[in-house]
């Protein structure tokens, strides 16, 4: 992995991004079919989790990726409170099993390797690897391509249209993520915030359809406005005192 990461990091990126939604949606196909679902999932979670951990520490890449301290100064960050009730949408209506206790349990395990997962692969490798050619370009990439991963849904039976609502909101949360990991260098919070959100959704209430579409433009504004002012208030160079 040193070699194609050192030779090539936008592809050593892709790689992992293949290898991670081939290897997850497999995973939950073959939990389905063996009648405990997301059990597979949660060990390839975890396998993979740990060799992506072991390459990052291995190779000394922490600050480089963004596993390290938040480096923003956090009263330009709101304190993080956008992000809090990003993060807080599952539990707005309450909190219900919607499957038996093992299945859930293996759920919230796969949901916290996904929150790992996604974020060192679409922020600190892809996003890392892609702004040395253009900054601009490089969070449109981050954020596009981390929304379009959600399509993936719709192989495992997701509605079409609460997909197409996660592919507009997971893209602005994409923006929002992106924004904050430019300005702290730390991809830390994003993963805690991606964790929280991931698990909590094993036991969210499910919404009506008008709900659904509400939370769904609610998200990608908030995100959308916390993102701008993260980056207007991280690239606004003081004035000089006349």
Not at 54 to 78: I, M, Q, S, T
Request: glycine content about 8%; overall charge positive.
């Amino acid at each position: 992995m040193k070699k194609l990461f050192s030779k090539n990091e936008a592809l050593f990126a892709v790689v992992w991004i293949v290898v991670y939604v081939v290897g997850f949606s497999n995973a939950d196909l073959i939990s389905e079919k063996i009648g405990m679902e997301k059990s597979i999932t949660a060990g390839l979670g975890l396998i993979l989790s740990a060799i992506l951990f072991l390459f990052v520490r291995n190779n000394r890449l922490n600050e480089y990726l963004g596993l390290c301290a938040f480096k923003g100064d956090l009263k330009k960050h709101l304190y993080f409170l956008p992000l809090i009730v990003l993060s807080l949408v599952n539990v707005w209506n309450g909190f219900q099993m919607n499957d038996d206790l093992l299945p859930s349990v293996f759920a919230v395990i796969s949901m916290l390797f996904v929150g790992f997962l996604e974020e060192v692969i679409f922020r600190g490798l892809l996003f890392s690897a892609m702004k040395k050619d253009g900054l601009a370009s490089a969070v449109v990439v981050s954020s596009v391509t981390f929304g379009i991963g959600h399509a993936v849904n719709l192989l495992l039976g997701a509605p079409v249209l609460g997909t197409i609502l996660q592919l507009i909101y997971a893209t602005a949360i994409g923006f929002l993520f992106t924004s904050l990991f430019l300005s702290g260098k730390s991809i830390l919070p994003l993963i805690a915030s991606h964790m929280f959100i991931n698990a909590t959704s094993v036991f969210a209430h499910p919404l009506g359809l008008t709900a659904d579409i509400l939370l769904a433009a609610f998200q990608t504004v908030l995100a959308v406005s916390y993102a701008v002012w993260i980056l207007k208030k991280a690239y606004t160079a003081p004035k000089r005192e006349a």
